[in-house]
């Protein structure tokens, strides 16, 4: 066995963790994101608007994704 299989079965335990806490508390995930968001924007006077809505919309897809790993048995990430 070499060392990325190694490592993705010491993982795995993890995964299927987060991918059930994902399932089960994305809505509240996703809240809490939007606010962290609001926050930094404020502190930044608008100035990152832009670079904030796409972070915050990247880890609501990575929760999403994370979340739909839960029911396909956990598949494997893609690259």
Not at 38 to 58: L, M, P
Request: aromatic share 2%; net charge positive.
């Amino acid at each position: 066995m070499g060392f990325r299989e190694s490592l993705r079965a010491r993982l795995a335990p993890a995964r299927d963790k987060v991918s059930d806490l994902a399932s089960q508390h994305g809505d509240r995930i996703g809240q809490g994101l939007d606010k962290a968001a609001r926050a930094v924007d404020e502190r930044t006077n608008g100035k990152y608007s832009e670079r904030i809505d796409a972070g915050r919309g990247k880890a609501k897809d990575a929760i999403d994704r994370m979340s739909q790993q839960d029911g396909d048995g956990g598949g494997t990430p893609g690259a």
